[in-house]
């Protein structure tokens, strides 16, 4: 924040213009877990329909692509909406972020038992570097939906 020098009164507080999220949640009354909720809600219902738009080839080592395809659109589409519908309410936004979790968990589960399964049918040292950037990558999810969950909300001006 910039100050500066006024004769006789001190110093004075120069502000800058609220970028445009801040304007955004102080609109519609939503905190930062909220709009997290809504985002990733967002994205998931976006992957759900990906599922429906792509042919996924059936890898007999991952079981997630094993599953029926309307299951799977099920799981993430189903995830995206409960966490769009529970992120204004705070005392109900945990089942937002568990919803979110499930097909996090149910991907991560996946692929690590693909690096196991790959593994074990290998004998040993060539890595499977495609099953462990997947089961980085849902482990990463987790990890961040998980630290988003446990922040608390600044106060509102209501609440100050």
Not at 40 to 61: D, Y
Not at 131 to 138: E, P, S
Request: hydrophobic letters at 50%.
């Amino acid at each position: 924040m910039m100050t500066g020098r006024v004769a006789a009164r001190g110093w004075r507080r120069v502000t800058r213009p609220s970028p445009i999220w801040r304007k955004v949640g102080k609109r519609f009354k939503i905190g930062h877990r909220a709009a997290f909720l809504i985002g990733m809600g967002t994205i998931f219902i976006s992957l759900g329909l990906g599922i429906l738009l792509t042919n996924v080839p059936e890898n007999p080592l991952l079981f997630h692509t094993q599953l029926p395809e309307w299951l799977r659109v099920t799981i993430w589409c189903g995830a995206g909406i409960l966490a769009i519908a529970f992120a204004r309410d705070y005392r109900l936004q945990w089942i937002g972020f568990a919803a979110l979790q499930f097909p996090a968990v149910e991907r991560f589960a996946s692929y690590a038992s693909g690096v196991v399964r790959d593994s074990l049918a290998t004998g040993g040292p060539p890595v499977p570097w495609p099953y462990l950037n997947g089961a980085f990558l849902y482990f990463a999810l987790l990890f961040i939906t998980r630290l988003v969950s446990s922040w608390p909300d600044p106060p509102t001006d209501e609440q100050e």
